[in-house]
């Protein structure tokens, strides 16, 4: 009985052996895998690694760009003041367009008319006495040049020479001071004309009206504010850009500029200027950016807000995700799956904006790449047999085993 009983203990424990042996056997078969020309191969059944995810690439277009938000401003302004202490005779509405060279403001120039007749008067005085001191030193020079032919034919003495030398000498000085006093006339007549002409303040450029802060009838002491005048046939927009995207920002790059009071149009717009200093604005370095467009058709006005977008780079190709491409030093990669083969081809790729790329050659429409795991860690599988032989330098890809136990991730080549 006990010799029996033993016997029937030992053969289900050899059946169980048999049957362990044939599982390994056939896990070890079903999780196998091999090189072909160097490139990594799916399992034999034909079948994809678990947790192998693609993309397939497909023609579009990458945009990178820089967002900041901005205010309105009119292209070109102007804030007119006061030159002289005055009283305001007219001035231009709020809101109203005028021409270059048209009136903006008038002020009282009756005082200033009295100046500028006063001025031509001692002009016209002084050119007077020039002309009669002009003919006093030719007459000296004339009755200089006598006595020295009477002096050379002894019939006078040269005293009398010498006193007509000192008569031109006196008039020649005449003459010099007779000039300077005529051009001081002149300077008290240009300065006159233009006090006058300061009466009238005028556009100096094709514009509108923005504010008035004076009205007819107001004295304004010299200086004072008087009215802003501006563009907004353009708009200009200045935004703050922090330091880590000012580099890639460059006077002539497109801007798109958007508002809700736009709806779905949007303007074009290019920047202009980059400020060459930064300004700490809430602790943060950020860069003065100016942009300018064209008009808005009056949908946007100067002080109201908008969002701007700077385009730093744009390509258009094939596109895939970011997370695709492997960059060695300056080459780039990526690992296209073709059937059972993964291969790793170079590419040249262009514009990147952190989630996809544009690759300009080296892949086409349609092909599928391999993506890395979102975590940078192989995904766990649920065996993980080591095969008998695998050659050296190699990954060991860990394949799932329908029915097998839990198993860890896959290790590294030994």
Same mark, same amino acid.
């Given at each position: 009985?006990?010799?029996?009983?033993?016997?029937?203990t030992?053969?289900p424990?050899?059946l169980?052996? @048999?049957?362990l042996?044939a599982?390994?056997?056939?896990?070890?078969?079903?999780?196998?895998?091999?090189?072909?020309?160097?490139?990594s191969?799916?399992?034999?059944?034909?079948?994809?690694?678990?947790?192998? %995810? *693609?993309? $397939?690439?497909?023609?579009?277009?990458?945009?990178?760009?820089?967002d900041a938000t901005?205010?309105?401003?009119? =292209?070109?302004?102007r804030?007119?003041r006061?030159?002289n202490?005055?009283?305001?005779v007219s001035?231009a509405?709020e809101?109203?367009?005028?021409?270059?060279?048209? !009136?903006?403001?008038? @002020?009282?120039?009756?005082?200033?008319e009295r100046?500028e007749?006063?001025?031509?008067?001692?002009?016209? %005085?002084?050119?007077?006495n020039?002309?009669?001191?002009?003919?006093?030193l030719?007459?000296a020079?004339r009755?200089?040049s +006598?006595r020295?032919?009477?002096?050379?034919?002894?019939a006078?003495?040269g005293?009398q020479?010498t006193?007509?030398? %000192?008569?031109?000498t006196?008039?020649?000085?005449?003459?010099r001071?007779?000039?300077?006093?005529?051009e001081?006339?002149?300077v008290?007549?240009?300065t006159?004309?233009?006090?006058?002409?300061?009466?009238?303040?005028?556009?100096?450029?094709?514009?509108?009206?923005l504010?008035v802060s004076v009205?007819?009838?107001d004295w /304004?002491?010299?200086?004072?504010?008087?009215?802003?005048f501006? +563009?907004?046939?353009?708009?200009?927009?200045?935004?703050?850009? +922090?330091?880590y +995207?000012?580099s890639? /920002?460059e006077?002539?790059?497109?801007v798109?500029?958007?508002?809700?009071?736009l709806g779905?149009r949007?303007?074009?717009? *290019?920047?202009?200027?980059?400020?060459p200093?930064?300004?700490?604005v809430?602790n943060i370095s950020? @860069?003065r950016?100016t942009?300018?467009?064209?008009?808005?058709?009056?949908a946007?006005?100067?002080g109201m807000r908008?969002?701007?977008?700077?385009?730093?780079?744009?390509?258009?190709?094939i596109?895939?995700?970011?997370?695709?491409?492997s960059?060695?030093?300056?080459?780039? =990669?990526?690992d296209?799956v073709?059937?059972?083969?993964i291969?790793?081809r170079?590419? $040249?790729?262009g514009?990147?904006d952190?989630?996809?790329?544009v690759v300009?050659?080296?892949l $086409?429409?349609?092909?599928?790449?391999?993506?890395p795991?979102r975590?940078?860690?192989?995904p766990?599988?649920?065996?993980?047999?080591?095969?008998?032989?695998? !050659? *050296?330098?190699?990954?060991?890809i860990p394949m799932?085993?329908p029915?097998g136990?839990g198993?860890?991730?896959?290790?590294?080549?030994?």
């Amino acid at each position: 009985m006990n010799k029996q009983s033993r016997s029937r203990t030992k053969r289900p424990r050899r059946l169980r052996l @048999f049957i362990l042996l044939a599982l390994v056997l056939g896990v070890t078969a079903l999780g196998g895998w091999k090189l072909r020309n160097g490139s990594s191969t799916v399992a034999e059944n034909g079948q994809t690694e678990p947790g192998l %995810e *693609t993309a $397939e690439a497909g023609e579009g277009t990458v945009s990178v760009r820089v967002d900041a938000t901005a205010v309105a401003e009119p =292209y070109l302004s102007r804030t007119l003041r006061a030159p002289n202490g005055s009283i305001v005779v007219s001035v231009a509405g709020e809101g109203e367009m005028v021409t270059a060279g048209a !009136p903006l403001v008038r @002020f009282d120039d009756t005082g200033l008319e009295r100046q500028e007749s006063l001025a031509r008067i001692a002009l016209r %005085e002084a050119e007077l006495n020039l002309e009669r001191v002009t003919d006093a030193l030719k007459r000296a020079v004339r009755a200089l040049s +006598d006595r020295q032919e009477l002096a050379a034919a002894g019939a006078i003495s040269g005293d009398q020479v010498t006193a007509a030398q %000192e008569q031109v000498t006196a008039a020649d000085f005449a003459l010099r001071s007779a000039e300077l006093t005529a051009e001081r006339a002149r300077v008290t007549l240009d300065t006159a004309i233009q006090a006058r002409a300061d009466a009238v303040l005028r556009a100096p450029f094709d514009g509108t009206v923005l504010s008035v802060s004076v009205s007819a009838g107001d004295w /304004v002491g010299q200086n004072a504010t008087l009215l802003t005048f501006g +563009d907004v046939s353009r708009l200009r927009f200045r935004a703050e850009v +922090d330091e880590y +995207d000012i580099s890639r /920002v460059e006077v002539g790059l497109p801007v798109t500029v958007r508002s809700d009071l736009l709806g779905e149009r949007s303007l074009t717009a *290019t920047v202009e200027q980059v400020s060459p200093e930064a300004e700490m604005v809430n602790n943060i370095s950020v @860069f003065r950016v100016t942009v300018s467009s064209g008009s808005a058709g009056g949908a946007l006005k100067p002080g109201m807000r908008a969002d701007l977008s700077i385009q730093i780079a744009e390509d258009s190709g094939i596109v895939v995700p970011a997370r695709a491409v492997s960059t060695v030093r300056t080459r780039s =990669y990526v690992d296209v799956v073709n059937g059972d083969e993964i291969e790793t081809r170079r590419v $040249e790729i262009g514009a990147h904006d952190g989630v996809s790329v544009v690759v300009l050659s080296g892949l $086409e429409a349609g092909e599928l790449v391999k993506l890395p795991s979102r975590s940078g860690v192989l995904p766990a599988a649920t065996a993980s047999p080591a095969p008998t032989t695998a !050659p *050296t330098g190699t990954s060991i890809i860990p394949m799932s085993v329908p029915g097998g136990g839990g198993g860890g991730g896959g290790g590294g080549a030994r």
